[in-house]
C-alpha cells in the first residue's frame, strides 16, 4: 500500500517542500510523519501547498546564472567558524548549519538558508571540513569550512 503525502520540508532523495509525493506506508508512517516532514494528503491540503510553494519562492535564487555566480563565489574562499574546543582539539558538541550559514554572511556578504548546508559527518573536530550548499534544484556549491579554536575557549 502507498500514501500520498504533501512534503513540510526538503527529504534527500525524495523532493523538496510542497512536492506531492506517494510513499510506502510505513515510511510513511514511521519516518516523514513523525519527524513533520509531510503531512496527509487532504483536500484542504492544496492550500497549505500554494503557501509552500510561495514560501519557497520568496526564499529561492531566482535564475540559474546567479546560483552558478554564488557557487563560484562559496568556492573560492573557506568559511572560517569560530568554536570552544578542549585539548585535542575536540569541539564541546558540533558546527552547526545556522552557524555555517553565519559564517558565509559574514565572509560573502550573501545570505544563505541554513537548511541549504549538508554536511557529509558531522563536525565535531577544529580543522578544515567539506560541506555541500543546494544553491538552485541543479547547482551545488562545495564549501570548505575552517573550523578554529574560539579565543579564550580552549580548557
Not at 503531512?39 to 519557497?56: E, M, S, V
Not at 585539548?87 to 564541546?92: A, K
Not at 557529509?120 to 578544515?128: D, R, T, Y
Amino acid at each position: 500500500m502507498t500514501s500520498k503525502l504533501i512534503l513540510t520540508h526538503e527529504v534527500t532523495g525524495l523532493g523538496t517542500a510542497g512536492d506531492v509525493v506517494e510513499v510506502k506506508d510505513g515510511y510513511a508512517r514511521n519516518f516523514l510523519l513523525p519527524r513533520g516532514l509531510a503531512t496527509p494528503w487532504t483536500k484542504g491540503g492544496q492550500r497549505q501547498l500554494d503557501q509552500i510553494r510561495a514560501a519557497r519562492g520568496k526564499r529561492a535564487i531566482a535564475t540559474l546564472e546567479e546560483a552558478l555566480s554564488l557557487k563560484d563565489l562559496l568556492q573560492s574562499k573557506p568559511v572560517v567558524v569560530a568554536e570552544r574546543a578542549g585539548q585535542g582539539g575536540r569541539l564541546f558538541g558540533a558546527v552547526t548549519s545556522k552557524e555555517v550559514a553565519e559564517g558565509i554572511a559574514a565572509v560573502h556578504g550573501k545570505n544563505i538558508d541554513r537548511r541549504a548546508v549538508e554536511f557529509v559527518a558531522p563536525i565535531k573536530s577544529l580543522g578544515e571540513h567539506k560541506a555541500t550548499v543546494r544553491l538552485h534544484e541543479d547547482v551545488f556549491a562545495n564549501l570548505v569550512i575552517q573550523v578554529v579554536a574560539a579565543k579564550g575557549a580552549t580548557v
